[in-house]
Nanobody
Framework: QVQLMESGGGSVQTGGSLRLSCVAS????????MAWFRRAPGKEREGVAS???????IFAPSVKGRFTIYQDDAKKMVYLQMDNLIPEDTAVYYC????????????????????WGQGTQVTVSS
């Protein structure tokens, strides 16, 4: 069983930056494929960014060029650096992990990930 815990959410103004962190723990964790999802009020959960166990990143079109995802294997952490934030980025952000690489087609589908964190709120005001 793998546990994920997110941190780093908060409130910023348009154009600001935040860095989300997700730490993985538990028995059997090694180099997993990781991803960030978000759920905005009244909307379905959507994939934001993923990084597989070959370190290949994939981004949703809505955040490409503004967000960066990277892993620190030694610390068992994955980060989501969010720059040039806009109000449409307001959501609860979730970290997800899976021992398999989902492939680029399924990298941003929630069904590709077995383990999930509890989420952290990000609010961007105009």
């Amino acid at each position: 069983q793998v546990q994920l815990m997110e941190s780093g959410g908060g409130s910023v103004q348009t154009g600001g930056s935040l860095r989300l962190s997700c730490v993985a723990s538990g028995h059997g964790y090694s180099r997993y494929s990781m991803a960030w999802f978000r759920r905005a009020p009244g909307k379905e959960r959507e994939g934001v960014a993923s990084i597989d166990n070959t370190n290949t990143p994939i981004f949703a079109p809505s955040v490409k060029g503004r967000f960066t995802i990277y892993q620190d294997d030694a610390k068992k952490m994955v980060y989501l650096q969010m720059d040039n934030l806009i109000p449409e980025d307001t959501a609860v952000y979730y970290c997800a992990a899976d021992p398999k690489s989902p492939g680029w087609v399924d990298a941003l589908f929630s069904e590709s990930y077995r383990y999930w964190g509890q989420g952290t709120q990000v609010t961007v005001s105009s």
